[in-house]
DNA sequence: AAGTGGTCTAGACCACTTG
DNA sequence: AAGTGGTCTAGACCACTTT
């Protein structure tokens, strides 16, 4: 298991900042005289990686740790798709940011024991020019220190991808529960939906490496004219 | 890309029924000389499979050919789970079973040309003993020659199982669109829902090799007990 | 031309299962 | 003890990108 010690060494020297997102990576003879190891050891570990989207390589010019920007969080991580099967980056609009204590279910959700500082966020996300999602999210207040609404507002990259920048937090997996439920007030309010309509409610939990949980977020979706897609293929 | 083409030997092996479900398959250095590759070459084919699931390896035993039995069926294909996250294998209730013309839109997710014959079968899934979800399957007749009431009834595996074990169709993939509805007046009887309750539908195309569209499926769930679960990790 | 990743080979040695 | 898959090595050669 020689390659998965060369794997636990590259995420730290991602989680360390030592390999920033976009960067390079050595080439793989110098990594493999770096963990003195063969070529075809350092591979496998990079292979695993670069099959969960945190390396990325290029035949020719090398192997770049992941950036979760936009077209990454498309294709990983936003599974909402026009009925006809298009696929739109969002238009995310703030509705909420505050900061308070997390309740229980939310303390579950992220591993806090007690009722720790979480930051608590809303935005509405449109696709087509209409209102189609409700997101709150929850996350740690301890993991995001420094985290306000100013510099969250100001990103220029996806939310993950400001984790990623600000706070050296990678997001590589997450797990989801889908149901149907009647629409609550608040978000229909948001959504311009009447007050019986079906949604879809998801309720995701965001990991880092390790699958700790760094992220919790419920999802509320007007299905009228979007679906949810899943693809099962290995389901390692 | 040599071991892609021992890849296609291997699934042409297990599609003309020349390696059986459950069955043992060479030893590598076996298949090496065969293919006149290298171990490492058919490692790699194998690799790939066995990530996919068609085949299983087992260290000092051997490898086998995978069986779509209820373990990897509840694993891979069957998503709802309690909300405590206990998963269980449904109850199976034939609910009908005819042989009909295909209508445009399953023509178009099964990929036939003109109006086909389908067997449309209809499921009530039982699970901690109520009524949870109403499947109805559609599948090309002329892909299962000689599928009947009887025999489909008489099955001892799953229905993914009968495919395999029956017509040789191993089915290793799907794609689901999900969306909140309102109950239809059929599906609320079958599952002793309210007119107006809101349900999860799920729309699903399984795959056999090469993504060949073989079965196409609704399946509408009762979700005040129960969740869609999804897992998202390499999304490849 | 030089440097990168991509594929394939040949073989050593280890871990596990079976008789 | 024999047979299987699992890991690791060392190196050849190819395909692609950059200078």
Redesign the interface.
Known sequence: MLYRQVKRQLIQDIQTGMAAPGAALPNEKDLAQRFQVSVGTVRRAVDELV???VLLRQQGRGTFVGKLDRERFM???F?I?ARDGQSEFPEVRLHKFVKSRATQIEAQALGLHGSQWVFRIENVLHLQGQPVIHDRIAIAAAMFPGLNQASFTARTTTIYGHYQAAFGITIV??????????VSPDSAKLLQLDE?T???RIDRVAHTFDRQPAEFRTSV?D?RH???????????
Not at 173 to 182: F, I, K, L, N
Not at 226 to 236: C, G, I, P
């Open positions: 099959a969960e989207h294709f990983q991580f599974k798709a997996s997450a797990d989801e529960r889908v149901r149907a439920e009647v019986a079906p949604v879809l979706v299905t979007f679906d949810y897609v899943s693809r099962m293929r290995e389901m390692a």
